[in-house]
């Protein structure tokens, strides 16, 4: 059954158009952070000890459970599923899953953690402004418990009228 979800590009806000468009849709791989993190076959509570280890600082914070669901759910994507490529203040693209995720440490971007994808559409940008995305669904699409996630799935319905935003039709 096909899922949905909702993914920031990048964690530097500035970074996040640039990196898609020129790293990660150039080489049809999603990428996601945490560096030597390699959650690949680990639970979520494995992730969080391996952030909390590698990244000490992070103690104490949201940033080991956030990046430990992210992680989780990264390594759990499936073919077929469709992904909304998050940027900065706007929805880039939307892809479809083809392969599953692998730990690739190649390019030294500390984004180790990649998964193979295609365009929804292989010309056409689909690319949405957040503040044109129905207010009904922008909470789920965007933010949880007002703050944003790096990963985060959305329903079938909220999915369906983001697309519908995206091509004018709703």
Not at 141 to 159: C, H, K, N, S
Request: glycine share 8%; aromatic share 12%; no cysteine.
């Amino acid at each position: 059954m096909t899922k949905y979800f909702s993914f920031i590009s990048h964690d530097e806000a500035d970074e996040r158009d640039y990196f898609y468009s020129q790293i990660q849709l150039p080489s049809k791989l999603l990428s996601i952070g945490w560096g030597k993190i390699n959650p690949i076959n680990k639970s979520k509570e494995e992730i969080k000890h391996l952030i909390e280890t590698f990244y000490p600082d992070f103690r104490g914070t949201v940033n080991p459970d956030n990046g430990a669901k992210s992680l989780s759910m990264f390594t759990n994507l499936n073919i077929g599923d469709i992904v909304f490529i998050r940027g900065k203040a706007k929805i880039l693209d939307s892809v479809i899953i083809t392969g599953k995720p692998v730990f690739d440490t190649i390019l030294n971007d500390g984004y180790f953690l990649k998964i193979p994808f295609k365009p929804f559409f292989e010309n056409i940008r689909m690319e949405i402004n957040t503040v044109n995305i129905h207010q009904d669904i922008y909470n789920e699409v965007i933010f949880d418990g007002g703050r944003t996630l790096v990963l985060r799935e959305i329903g079938e319905i909220a999915a369906k009228k983001l697309l519908g935003s995206i091509f004018g039709i709703m």
